[in-house]
Nanobody, 115 residues
Framework: QVQLVESGGGLVQTGGSLRLSCVASGSLGAVNVMSWYRQTPGKERRLVAAITVIGNTHYSDPVKGRFIISRNSAKNEVYLQMNNLKADDTARYYC?????????WGQGTQVTVSS
Protein backbone atom coordinates (compact mmCIF):
# COMPACT_ATOMS: atom_id res chain seq x y z
CA GLN A 1 0.00 0.00 0.00
CA VAL A 2 1.27 3.42 -0.98
CA GLN A 3 1.39 6.17 1.63
CA LEU A 4 2.21 9.83 1.17
CA VAL A 5 3.06 12.08 4.07
CA GLU A 6 3.34 15.84 3.65
CA SER A 7 5.04 18.25 6.01
CA GLY A 8 6.20 21.85 6.11
CA GLY A 9 2.95 23.79 6.12
CA GLY A 10 2.23 26.57 8.54
CA LEU A 11 1.48 30.24 9.02
CA VAL A 12 3.58 32.79 7.21
CA GLN A 13 3.32 36.48 6.43
CA THR A 14 2.85 37.87 2.95
CA GLY A 15 6.15 37.82 1.11
CA GLY A 16 7.52 35.00 3.19
CA SER A 17 8.62 31.51 2.18
CA LEU A 18 7.80 27.93 3.07
CA ARG A 19 9.12 24.59 1.90
CA LEU A 20 6.77 21.63 1.69
CA SER A 21 8.00 18.07 1.66
CA CYS A 22 6.31 14.81 0.76
CA VAL A 23 7.70 11.34 1.25
CA ALA A 24 6.18 8.33 -0.46
CA SER A 25 6.45 4.79 0.87
CA GLY A 26 5.12 1.38 -0.06
CA SER A 27 5.01 -0.56 -3.29
CA LEU A 28 5.63 2.29 -5.67
CA GLY A 29 6.75 0.50 -8.77
CA ALA A 30 7.70 2.90 -11.54
CA VAL A 31 7.09 6.43 -10.32
CA ASN A 32 5.98 8.66 -13.17
CA VAL A 33 4.88 12.04 -11.93
CA MET A 34 4.90 13.66 -8.53
CA SER A 35 2.78 16.75 -8.05
CA TRP A 36 1.45 19.28 -5.61
CA TYR A 37 -2.19 20.36 -5.63
CA ARG A 38 -4.01 22.80 -3.43
CA GLN A 39 -7.58 23.26 -2.34
CA THR A 40 -9.61 25.85 -0.46
CA PRO A 41 -13.01 25.18 1.15
CA GLY A 42 -15.76 24.88 -1.43
CA LYS A 43 -13.37 24.89 -4.35
CA GLU A 44 -12.00 22.09 -6.46
CA ARG A 45 -8.50 20.80 -5.98
CA ARG A 46 -6.13 22.41 -8.47
CA LEU A 47 -2.71 21.52 -9.75
CA VAL A 48 0.10 23.72 -8.47
CA ALA A 49 3.19 22.05 -9.90
CA ALA A 50 4.32 18.71 -11.26
CA ILE A 51 7.63 17.02 -11.96
CA THR A 52 8.34 13.93 -14.03
CA VAL A 53 10.77 11.19 -13.22
CA ILE A 54 13.34 12.82 -15.52
CA GLY A 55 12.87 16.24 -13.98
CA ASN A 56 10.56 17.99 -16.43
CA THR A 57 8.43 20.50 -14.55
CA HIS A 58 5.10 22.22 -15.02
CA TYR A 59 3.67 25.10 -13.01
CA SER A 60 0.25 26.65 -12.85
CA ASP A 61 0.18 30.29 -13.91
CA PRO A 62 -0.47 31.73 -10.42
CA VAL A 63 2.74 30.29 -9.02
CA LYS A 64 5.13 30.61 -11.96
CA GLY A 65 8.29 32.41 -10.95
CA ARG A 66 7.56 32.02 -7.23
CA PHE A 67 7.36 28.27 -6.56
CA ILE A 68 9.92 25.61 -7.36
CA ILE A 69 9.18 21.90 -7.42
CA SER A 70 11.97 19.36 -7.04
CA ARG A 71 12.31 15.71 -6.25
CA ASN A 72 14.69 13.09 -4.95
CA SER A 73 13.65 10.01 -6.88
CA ALA A 74 16.01 7.75 -4.96
CA LYS A 75 14.17 8.66 -1.76
CA ASN A 76 10.73 9.02 -3.38
CA GLU A 77 10.45 12.54 -2.06
CA VAL A 78 9.08 15.68 -3.66
CA TYR A 79 9.45 19.24 -2.43
CA LEU A 80 7.77 22.55 -3.09
CA GLN A 81 9.72 25.70 -2.35
CA MET A 82 7.23 28.54 -2.08
CA ASN A 83 8.58 32.09 -2.22
CA ASN A 84 6.97 35.51 -2.15
CA LEU A 85 3.81 34.01 -0.73
CA LYS A 86 0.53 35.83 -1.19
CA ALA A 87 -2.78 35.65 0.64
CA ASP A 88 -4.24 33.83 -2.38
CA ASP A 89 -1.78 30.99 -1.76
CA THR A 90 -3.64 30.11 1.43
CA ALA A 91 -4.92 26.56 0.96
CA ARG A 92 -4.46 22.98 1.95
CA TYR A 93 -1.65 21.52 -0.14
CA TYR A 94 -1.75 17.90 -1.23
CA CYS A 95 0.98 15.68 -2.56
CA UNK A 96 0.01 13.47 -5.50
CA UNK A 97 1.82 10.48 -6.89
CA UNK A 98 0.93 8.85 -10.19
CA UNK A 99 2.13 5.25 -10.48
CA UNK A 100 1.05 3.76 -13.76
CA UNK A 101 -2.70 4.34 -13.95
CA UNK A 102 -3.11 4.81 -10.21
CA UNK A 103 -3.31 8.06 -8.25
CA UNK A 104 -2.28 8.38 -4.64
CA TRP A 105 -2.85 11.31 -2.29
CA GLY A 106 -1.48 12.48 0.99
CA GLN A 107 -3.58 13.91 3.79
CA GLY A 108 -2.51 17.45 3.01
CA THR A 109 -0.77 20.21 4.89
CA GLN A 110 -2.26 23.62 5.60
CA VAL A 111 -0.56 26.77 4.37
CA THR A 112 -1.90 30.06 5.65
CA VAL A 113 -0.53 33.37 4.43
CA SER A 114 -1.44 36.38 6.54
CA SER A 115 -1.38 39.95 5.28
Amino acid sequence: QVQLVESGGGLVQTGGSLRLSCVASGSLGAVNVMSWYRQTPGKERRLVAAITVIGNTHYSDPVKGRFIISRNSAKNEVYLQMNNLKADDTARYYCNLKVGSSDYWGQGTQVTVSS
